[in-house]
């Protein structure tokens, strides 16, 4: 495949003065027409460039990689496609996580499950121009037509039978011209990406190695804890550190919150998450358990600033939103109203779910030292570009100040993403001047976090002559509403008549993206609903799905979002994988489709019950997102979003009461645990198409496929979450 | 302070502690053992798992002054090269997603195949329960289980 894209704009070599070629490259834009290269690995910078590779004398290759890591592998995958196109061995392969320098950054963030399938095609590109040049030197050297060598696995041949390694030929090749056009392989040639490659940090994560953010120290680090007001609506009144400042090994007892203020009166974006109003009292200590022991002992007086809100209230206000009239209209195709007027039977459902606290199970932390040089900042983030930009502002120091060095994190579902504590830290070493490592207990992180916003949906569709002819979904949800893509989602375009409209419930409780923000829930509903309306049109399950596809496959519509074939085609596999309909006794089977982030995916649930609970026995996933990378990472990625999907809808139970959080460790809030997990048996359909995310999609559709199933078994339909509790199971947590 | 003479991976540290210290703050910020980790606080989510002459004991539970004499093994000190095998298990099924609770899975599972070497799936979920993995690995880490056992028996 020739390719002909402009790589002069993106990608730049050197010669590195300590031997071997440096290539400098932009995955996501353009570099500036005048940047040069560094010589030396100490010099390199994130400004022009947001990736490097390292080609030494010896043909080991070096990837520094700025994308940083929540476990979705992309640390594994992305070298994988770069060796791919170089054709090296993977075992040459050495990858670095980049420091990042933030000056004219941009581009570098984990979320949304879009680094694949954003960096796929520059990423490729960069392999194969670095291999061209390589060859391109080698032709020269041998004073042969470069179109007579070939290069496999690190080594150049030429058709005299003469080789030369990838190191032999570093020196000459980083003086060459970047080349216009290169050849990118055919999909079905290659050997490194579809190959499973287990985790790069696998040994030291085994062996125990600092790796995360709460592993970094620093000579001279002091530790520091937080205390924020227990309900959302408090803010502090005044505090006794006496206690607290007896104990040995607090070194003192501040406050912060003024900068943040300032920052808020001053009108600045709000870049990450509200900033909080209150002061917060934070103790200052040798280590961990220090400054854990020493904000238990601070005697602290809040008052109340605004209200003390409640879960009931949301809900029934945002019942009654979805009830009402005031709707942002999202989309409208063709006359929902008419429809519904000259419907012989509507069917009308309303679907409720929770906040939800996102739990990494690395609490948020992060190391700070502010100096009047330079503000030092370490840890993990989703969004180390807007956590830089937060605290300059916020500290009022110029960008090219403010350094960050990520580590790898503790997951991150979308909680990293919010830079709050980040600006925390900063503000806390600058009043102390002295490098320090800030970090949450479980506690403060599941009661001050930044929450899944509860929603509320209703869905109603008009059936006339036992035909579905008007779909119309309502949603509410608190402090935000579903991004803009969604209501181009299926079913938009397989129904005539078809209108998202959306509500908003104000609230001074903290929201933000969970893991598949919005369509966590709104899958679950959705599915949830189709099964029902299957039911009621007494059509199949399959066929439902089938025939409306069909119908977007006949009147194409420019403006969905998906794949009508390829939801068939998932459709068919899960169909096919999972014995659908063939089950044994005593064993119900639900089935969910969904389409988000680009991918496209089917489940199947196998529940059974057990003393009149529901059990999930297994879960039969397919799934299409384009070429699969690394099947290994994949494979994980996929079963732990099936399971995760699961432990929430089925047990996730939190809420609040006058502003207090409902759960704040694990003993109060159930997390699926081993005993509570299904077999997940993951199929991908063969593709050659660009790859797409996995971090997110296998999530969403899971609640409604063991809702459906358990509406088999039991006759019931849940609508609310968590089904456990709804269900009028038992709830005890397990642990 | 007082201070405390404990026997961590075969190594003698003197440490100055308050006696209540959990052993995991000890290992973390006094003896620059980071592969511990910390979860919840509370006994409830495994991330602190060490061996404790031999069994698997919560480190944010155990104070500093109940560890003293007894045999501490933590995550750095499970096998001298990461050969372990539930080490050697947990790379072949390449089990971590985050990784970050990884380390007290598998001090989990190598204390919980030393008492029991031929475990059957229901005893592996059952020794397993209690740690928790956010990322949810737990498909992978049940067959990891089970393929340490066939090595080790
Ligand atoms: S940190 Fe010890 S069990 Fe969670
Ligand atoms: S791998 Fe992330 S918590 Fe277990």
Redesign the pocket.
Known sequence: MKNSFNRRSFLKTSALASGGMLIGFNLFNACKSDVKLPVDLSQLNYKDFNAYIKISPEGKVTIYSVNPEI?QGVKTSMPMIIAEELDVDWDDVYVVQAPLDIENYSGQVAGGSQSIRRSWQPLRETGATAKQMLINAAAAQWDVDVNTCSAKMGIISNANGETLGYGDVVEAAALLDVPEEVSLKDPKDFTIIGQGKGNVDIDKITTGKPLFGLDYKEEGMVYASVLRPPAFGQVLESFDASEAKDLLGVIDVITIGKKARALLKAGKPNWSVKLSTTDKVVVIGKTTWDVIKGKKAIKAKWKTDSALESSEEHNEKLLSLVNGKKFRTRRKDGNVNKAFANADKVLERVYESTFLPHNT?EPMNFFANVTPEKVHLVGPTQTPEAAANAVASLLGRPIEEVHVDLTRM??GFGRRLYNDYVMEVAEISEAIKKPVKMLSTREDDMTTGVYRPASTYKISAAIKDGKLTGYHLKEACVNSNMYGLIPNFFPAGAIENYQVDSARLKSNITVGAWRAPYTNFLASAEQSFFDELAEELQVDRVQLHMDLLENVKRNPNPKIDYSPERLQGVLKMVVEKSDWGNVADGVYQGLSVYYCHNTHVAEVADVTMENGVPVVKKVTCAIDCGIVVNPLGAMNQAKGGVLDGIGHAMYADFSFKDGVPSANNFNSYQLIRMGQTPKVDVHFIESNIAPTGLGEPTLPPVGAAVANAIYKATGKRLTKLPYIKNMNSKTEIVG | MPTFNLKINDKTHTVEADADTPLLWVLRDKINLVGTKFGCGIGQCGACTVHVDGNAMRSCLLQVSQAEGMEITTIEGLSEHGTHPVQEAWKAIDV???????AGQIMTASAFLNENPNPSNEDIRNAMNGNI???A?YNSIEEAVKLASKKIS
Not at chain 2, 96 to 102: N, S, V
């Open positions: 476990g199970m503790g997951g | 971590p997603q985050c990784g970050y609770c990884q993995c956010r990322c690995s």
